[in-house]
């Protein structure tokens, strides 16, 4: 059997965009891995869990997310900058939540990568993270 190769090149694409789905990057030393999704039972929102790593000495960048963010540090430590409070230490073994819409950022200040699980209750259709001034 022949395949066409405009079909090849469609299933190629498809793939790529999928494996580009599967992987979120905000700022250089930003990593997040999309692990699992489903709905919940909020009308139009969705859960969407991340593996998220800072490298040492990065920065995540000032961002937003179309819905709540509520994570727990599995590894490392950083500087939770989130608009509005002071600045808050997070480590292993801790958690935080932002709310829908809230400017935040985290810088690593450790000399080892913060690795946190992170789960978004969001908006179906919108981009998970959006970047602030």
Known sequence: MRIHPRLTLACVAGALALAAGTLFAQASG?????VGKGDVSVPGREAVVARVEVAPGAKAGRHTHPGDEISYVMEGEALLLIDGQPPRPVKAGESF???AGVVHDAHNVGSAPIKLVGVYVVEKGKPLASPAP
């Not at 930003?30 to 999309?34: C, F, N």
């Open 30 to 34: 930003l990593t997040r891995v999309l």
């Open 97 to 99: 939540v932002i709310p």
